[in-house]
């Protein structure tokens, strides 16, 4: 749900508020009482609720979130990468 933030006209009290989409712009300023709430232009603010958003709520040992070409869960790398060495010593009876 977006986070929208309200001033008052009459007391410059601000405040932000979590609302539908669908409700209705506020009025009132909880502070002095008066009807002269104005919406502000913020930057864009929201709340992701419930499970699933987050990287956490979808691991599991050593699985990952990201998919590889195939579909399944990539796991991590935990191999050591081998390194090719030249044999000094086929170089140096060659030359």
């Given at each position: 749900?977006?986070?929208?933030?309200?001033?008052?006209?009459?007391?410059?009290?601000?405040?932000?508020?979590?609302?539908?989409?669908?409700?209705?712009?506020?009025?009132?300023?909880?502070?002095?009482?008066?009807?002269?709430?104005?919406?502000?232009?913020?930057?864009?603010?929201?709340?992701?609720?419930g499970s699933?958003?987050?990287?956490t709520d979808?691991?599991?040992?050593?699985?990952?979130?990201?998919?590889?070409?195939?579909?399944?869960?990539?796991?991590?790398?935990?191999?050591?990468?081998?390194?090719?060495?030249?044999?000094?010593?086929?170089?140096?009876?060659?030359?």
């Amino acid at each position: 749900m977006p986070i929208y933030e309200y001033e008052c006209g009459a007391c410059s009290h601000r405040l932000e508020a979590i609302q539908k989409l669908s409700d209705e712009p506020l009025s009132v300023c909880p502070e002095c009482g008066k009807p002269a709430l104005s919406k502000l232009v913020s930057a864009a603010g929201f709340r992701l609720g419930g499970s699933g958003w987050y990287e956490t709520d979808f691991k599991s040992k050593n699985k990952r979130n990201l998919k590889d070409g195939g579909g399944e869960t990539a796991k991590p790398d935990t191999k050591p990468k081998e390194t090719k060495k030249p044999d000094t010593a086929k170089a140096a009876a060659a030359g």
